[in-house]
């Protein structure tokens, strides 16, 4: 969505609030002659792609972050078909449009076979440059971007003499003296006309978070949380230029993001709270063998060559390793007033992948024919253990101390190889016509290791450390297999300019996911004989495949832009012939052949009434549907996206700047009788330039509403039948106030 002609340039004051809002997202960037890769593989023209297109630029992102917004619901509001972001670790459900959305770093995939929802935590908002979106399922890229594709680009440096970059910034609510979140971060770039680059380090520190009614927001012990969570980001590019216009890119980033003090949730004197389903609380005395982190190392290098038998030629290899930690968790059981200690037990899981690649993007031009192809090839080891705690120990602490004792797997181990051939063309039938085609044909191989069921692993350890034998002292395994997977997705699309300010364009492409094999497989029904775990029936490779579901989606559009007034609307609707559901006893994926549709209209709107006065409007209005007996239903909440919308109102002068945003999440229900309620959020940001750097401050929630996040109202539906709801009721947090100077020299 991000197109348009020739757009009205503010000051630099009011460049940094210029993307406050996803409303504002086009008016700030979005030219029609504006070039991105997102939507094309390769450099291209948004003028030239028949598709929703947005682009997020540096100042925008820069604006929010410093605003004390974090990222996942800074791109809630910047993006008009992204969900509102969570509070907490996860950006599990922020779907784009409704379905599952592809986060890529520079072109590298953060989405992994084992679907963990943290592609959002991977990245500190200092390090980014701008982030491209591309809305609706897609055929360029592979699994996963059946509802969208966002791309982060990284900050690079420029020749030329060093320069540094500083940030320092605190965030609080006040309401205790550890309601405080604070960060610093400095960068260095600079180098010659052949080899220059950029080095930074980000950290911040959250403190306590409290709701609109003062009161301690719940820790999330099922995605993990970000109170007193420390993250440090350590990012590096290098750029070299060689001769003849050839050019090397490498980078490099370290990131950590964990937990770090002493408070932890709180479950009451031997679970009472979890058999009442009240006391929870957040207290001191945390100590925990293993703490909820997310530690992500990546690496990629990129070639370019400007001219090979009349092609360019873009060549990137890349590794991803990260390991991903989680809370403890309580699985227990009553006898009476008294936890049973046979059916109960406390555990976190760790979850690690490694994945590396290449990818081939060749590209030649002619006078009106313009043709993208190349080959991507990946390969992902998914493994995971889950840690099991003394639960003497845990039930009289509370839940606050998890002591380890034995460590069993999780999920069956998960190796997957992917070979794709693609291909793009576009076609100029006349100056104001542009007609595309492209195809991707995507071979996969799925590997699944044999894996004993997790539940008789945790009763093997469970009875050898009570010293008994009566929970079994071995067991069979749920068999592994192979499973290969031959997809082929085609895209077709015309792109109309009406005249100079606006387009038109009419769009139909397909996307491809293969749903969690992590938590589909290794499931099986068991029966205790003699001290051994015999396997009745298991959900194994060769019994029950699973297989990936394609999505096809039809897009009509139109974009108009005249320096003033900036608008875009796209009417979609995708569909399905497969969907998936989970179980709400075990969280294991189930798939169904039922179909599932998402239709709707994603819209934008933004005005300057004068050189000084700036107003928008956005929405997002989203059908989900699932075809159950022959009629289509509500899809269950625990996936369905709300409809959202949102509005600004900005001033800029030539030093200062002041906007006003409101976002707005509307109810939502599905045919079990579950229900998301919505909720209206409002910020107010201001930056005053100062005479060396500027200072930006920002007050979010600004009503200090009280509400459950969309997050949280979906946690109860997925993990209530784990325990009670109260557990995963996770309010917003309240009126928070933040101030950041920056400084660059």
């Not at 907490?88 to 784009?96: S, V």
């Not at 991977?122 to 701008?130: E, L």
């Not at 980033?253 to 009472?272: A, C, E, H, R, T």
Request: hydrophobic share 35%.
């Amino acid at each position: 969505m991000q197109y348009l002609s020739a757009v009205r340039k503010p000051p630099f004051a009011l460049s940094l609030l210029a993307g406050v809002c996803l409303s504002s997202v086009a008016s700030a960037a979005t030219q029609l002659d504006e070039v991105v890769v997102v939507g094309a593989r390769t450099p291209t023209q948004i003028s030239e792609l028949p598709g929703t297109v947005w682009v997020v630029e540096e100042e925008q992102i820069q604006q929010q972050a410093r605003a004390g917004v974090p990222l996942k619901e800074a791109l809630g509001q910047l993006i008009p078909g992204l969900d509102i972001g969570a509070q907490g670790r996860t950006n599990n459900g922020q779907n784009l449009r409704g379905r599952s959305v592809l986060v890529m770093i520079d072109g590298v995939s953060l989405n992994s076979a084992r679907g963990i929802s943290r592609q959002f935590d991977s990245i500190d908002p200092f390090n980014i440059a701008r982030i491209e979106v591309l809305s609706g399922a897609n055929a360029l890229y592979g699994g996963g971007a059946t509802g969208g594709i966002i791309n982060i680009v990284t900050k690079k440096g420029q020749p030329g003499a060093a320069k540094f970059d500083s940030q320092v910034g605190l965030r609080s609510g006040f309401e205790t003296s550890e309601d405080l979140d604070w960060r610093a971060a400095q960068a260095i770039s600079g180098g010659s006309e052949n080899v220059f680059g950029r080095l930074s380090v980000a950290y911040q520190q959250n403190g306590a978070a409290y709701d609109g009614n003062g009161d301690r927001v719940l820790m999330d012990i099922t995605q993990t949380d970000l109170q007193y969570n420390q993250s440090t980001d350590i990012m590096g590019n290098l750029d070299i230029v060689l001769p003849n216009g050839h050019s090397i890119n490498l980078g490099a980033q370290i990131y950590d993001s964990g937990y770090n003090g002493d408070d932890g949730l709180y479950l009451g004197q031997n679970f009472s709270a979890l058999r009442t389903g009240q006391g929870f609380g957040v207290e001191d005395g945390w100590d925990s063998d293993l703490d909820p982190e997310t530690n992500r190392q990546m690496y990629n290098a990129t070639y370019h060559i400007p001219e090979i038998l009349g092609h360019s030629a873009y060549i990137q290899a890349y590794y991803r390793q990260e390991e991903m930690a989680f809370n403890p968790f309580p699985s227990v059981r009553f006898s009476g007033t008294n936890v049973n200690p046979f059916q109960s037990y406390y555990s976190a899981s760790q979850q690690d992948t490694d994945a590396f690649g290449v990818k081939l993007v060749l590209n030649k031009s002619w006078d009106r024919f313009d043709l993208t192809y190349g080959l991507d090839a990946d390969k992902e080891n998914f493994d995971s253990s889950q840690t099991l705690f003394d639960l003497n120990k845990a039930a009289q602490s509370g839940g606050l101390t998890a002591d380890k004792y034995a460590s069993v797997g999780r999920y069956p181990g998960i190796d997957i190889k992917s070979v794709s051939a693609f291909s793009q063309a576009s076609f100029k039938a006349t100056d104001k016509l542009t007609l595309s085609a492209g195809v991707r044909h995507q071979k996969m191989e799925t590997e699944v290791g044999s894996f004993v069921g997790a539940q008789q692993q945790i009763a093997i350890a469970a009875g050898k450390a009570m010293g008994t034998t009566a929970l079994g002292v071995s067991a069979d395994a749920i068999p592994g297999g192979e499973k290969d997977y031959d997809v082929t997705l085609y895209n077709a699309g015309a792109v109309y300019k009406l005249d100079d300010q606006q387009q038109t364009w009419l769009n139909y492409s397909e996307g491809f996911e293969l749903p969690d094999p992590a938590k589909y497989y290794g499931f099986g029904n068991y029966s205790l004989v003699a001290g051994h775990w015999r396997l009745n029936k298991g959900v194994s490779v060769d019994d029950s495949p699973l297989d990936g579901i394609k999505t096809k989606q039809v897009e009509w559009g139109y974009r108009y832009n005249d320096g003033a007034l900036d608008a875009q609307a796209a009417l979609f609707y995708a569909w399905s012939d497969k969907s998936i559901t989970y179980d709400s006893s075990t969280l294991a994926v189930q798939q169904l052949d039922d179909k599932k549709r998402n239709y709707g209209l994603e819209a934008q709107v933004s005005y300057w009434l004068n050189d000084a006065w700036q107003i928008g409007a956005n929405g997002l209005a989203l059908r989900s549907q699932q075809k159950t007996d022959g009629s289509w239903d509500k899809q269950d909440v625990t996936s369905a996206s709300p409809s959202k919308a949102g509005a600004f109102v900005g001033w800029y002068g030539a030093e200062q700047s002041v906007r006003l945003q409101g976002v707005r999440s509307f109810n939502l229900s599905d045919e079990k009788s579950n229900s998301i309620d919505g909720y209206a959020l409002f910020d107010l940001l201001a930056t005053q330039k100062l005479p060396v750097g500027d200072l930006t401050f920002g007050i979010q929630n600004l009503l200090d509403k009280d509400y459950t996040t969309v997050w949280g109202q979906r946690a109860q539906v997925f993990y209530g039948a784990l325990a009670p709801v109260g557990l995963f009721d996770y309010h917003g947090r309240g009126r928070t106030y933040s101030l950041t100077y920056n400084v660059s020299f």
